[in-house]
């Protein structure tokens, strides 16, 4: 099993930036890759960006590339989401996954069996 605990979400005004963290335990063997997802009110979950622990090969939606970061920290077991720019469309929860598919299904939310709590992320116009 994998714990996940996200934090870093709150409010901030379009243009502005955040960064969230999800801290990972419960495993002596780390996830094969970790992802960010997203929901918004109405809206089904989406994928965000994905990194793989050991490469670092990170993947990113068309929608926030050369916005965000998804980056990961080996030592503290901790993934981390950085958005710049941020617009009232990127306003969702965020959720953090992990994974051990080695597969192309990175951004298939069926793919990740472990999950965070999720954090409010809310971008004013």
């Known amino acids: 099993q994998v714990q996940l605990v996200e934090s870093g979400g709150g409010w901030v005004e379009a243009g502005g930036s955040l960064r969230l963290s999800c801290a990972a335990s419960?495993?002596?063997?780390?996830?094969?890759?970790m992802g960010w997802f997203r929901q918004a009110p109405g809206k089904e979950r989406e994928f965000v960006a994905t990194?793989?622990?050991?490469?670092?090969?990170?993947v990113y939606a068309d929608s926030v590339k050369g916005r965000f970061t998804i980056s990961r920290d080996n030592a503290k077991n901790t993934v981390y989401l950085q958005m710049n720019s941020l617009k009232p469309e990127d306003t969702a929860v965020y959720y953090c996954?992990?994974?051990?598919?080695?597969?192309?299904?990175?951004?298939?939310?069926?793919?990740?069996?472990?999950w965070g709590q999720g954090t409010q992320v809310t971008v004013s116009s």
């Open positions: 996954a992990a994974s051990d598919n080695r597969g192309l299904g990175y951004a298939n939310l069926r793919n990740y069996p472990y």
């Open positions: 419960g495993r002596t063997t780390s996830p094969y890759r």
């Open positions: 990194i793989t622990w050991s490469g670092g090969s990170a």
